[in-house]
């Protein structure tokens, strides 16, 4: 029997969101170092030597590989070949993993663990094939449960999953979720997660939002105050959307508690990216807000003028 005192976590990663897999990897290492821990990365179009880069992020990595074909079989649906195909590696790894863990938790590249996470051991998934978080605060009025018809009224957001492996198996989630996508995947702009809400309707158990809570839940100011406050600090942040805390003109508390992490990894040296070649034009008005309110008025009238200039040019 698997020594349930593990917990085992996974992420799946391309080589474009290595370092950011390591920073969340180190994130939960540190917060986490009296908990014995157990670390799966699955890794698509990877060379070896980051591969071994990234082994020695933490003691007790183990890289897997995912094959070629596994992954390009997505190329084949016009309606999901433009995105990166690597979120679709969470399908199979459970069935990677059985034999190794009964449970483990799967995270996106884009959280950041702030506490002790050995809660989740008592966290009973033996009837369900995961524990989830709720995608919205509104939980009484779920738009995306509505939208997809679910049977729950409730719909999670998967980037985080506590997942019985061997129920995910029996239920057969991976076909499930895979025919979703071949079948209806232009209609789903969520995708994989629309799919897999789809495949375990009413078999999840929803547990508090501290396990995956998006970062935009927080209001501006506890944007740039919520680590100072340890009794209501999540256990796992997620930054969901375009702009991350790796990009460098994301300044604030959220890139601070990255680079702070990130230093810790094999990445330390490489720079902050920059987000301007994916920046669209709201992106530019939420960077002239977020200054305006701090009192950065210059930089705030730079980033809508570069917002006025991109309306301009539609």
């Given amino acids: 029997m698997v020594n349930h005192s593990i917990?085992?976590?996974?992420?799946?990663?391309?080589?474009?969101?290595?370092?950011?897999?390591?920073?969340?990897?180190?994130?939960?290492?540190?917060?986490?170092?009296?908990q014995k821990l157990a670390f799966y990365v699955f890794v698509y179009d990877v060379n070896n030597d980051d591969i071994e880069k990234l082994k020695s992020t933490c003691d007790n990595v183990q890289v897997i590989k995912i094959e070629k074909e596994a992954i390009?079989?997505?190329?084949?649906?016009?309606?999901?070949?433009?995105?990166?195909?690597?979120?679709?590696?969470?399908?199979?790894?459970?069935?990677?993993?059985?034999?190794?863990?009964?449970?483990f938790i799967y995270l996106d590249a884009d959280t950041l663990c702030f506490d002790d996470i050995s809660d989740i051991n008592n966290v009973d998934i033996s009837e369900v094939i995961c524990a989830?978080?709720?995608?919205?605060?509104?939980?009484?009025?779920?738009?995306?449960?509505?939208r997809l018809g679910l049977k729950t009224k409730h719909?999670?957001?998967?980037?985080f999953l506590y997942i019985n492996v061997n129920n995910w198996i029996e239920n057969d989630v991976e076909n499930k979720a895979n025919t979703v996508l071949f079948e209806k995947g232009n209609t789903l702009p969520y995708f994989d997660q629309d799919a897999l809400n789809i495949a375990m309707d009413g078999q999840v158990r929803f547990i508090d939002n501290q396990?995956?809570?998006?970062?935009?839940?927080?209001?501006?100011?506890?944007?740039?105050t919520f680590f100072y406050h340890a009794d209501t600090t999540p256990k796992i942040v997620h930054f969901t959307g375009?702009?991350?805390?790796?990009?460098?003109?994301?300044?604030?508390?959220a890139q601070q508690l990255y680079a702070f992490y990130h230093h810790f990894t094999p990445w330390r040296n490489a720079p902050l990216r920059s987000y301007a070649p994916r920046m669209r034009p709201t992106d530019y008005r939420v960077y002239a807000r977020q200054h305006a309110r701090k009192g950065h008025y210059l930089a705030?009238?730079?980033?809508?003028?570069?917002?006025?200039?991109?309306?301009?040019r539609k």
């Avoid at 719909?155 to 980037?159: E, L, M």
């Fill in 7 to 34: 917990i085992n976590v996974a992420w799946c990663t391309d080589a474009n969101y290595l370092e950011y897999v390591a920073t969340s990897m180190i994130s939960v290492k540190m917060n986490n170092l009296y």
């Fill in 72 to 103: 390009e079989k997505y190329s084949s649906d016009f309606a999901i070949k433009h995105l990166n195909r690597s979120t679709y590696m969470r399908l199979a790894v459970p069935r990677l993993l059985q034999g190794k863990v009964d449970n």
């Fill in 132 to 146: 989830v978080s709720h995608d919205s605060l509104d939980i009484e009025d779920d738009k995306h449960a509505k």
């Fill in 155 to 159: 719909y999670f957001n998967a980037g």
């Fill in 211 to 224: 396990w995956n809570f998006l970062f935009n839940w927080f209001t501006e100011e506890q944007k740039e």
């Fill in 242 to 253: 375009g702009r991350k805390p790796w990009y460098r003109e994301h300044t604030g508390l």
């Fill in 300 to 312: 705030a009238a730079g980033w809508y003028i570069k917002y006025l200039q991109s309306k301009l």
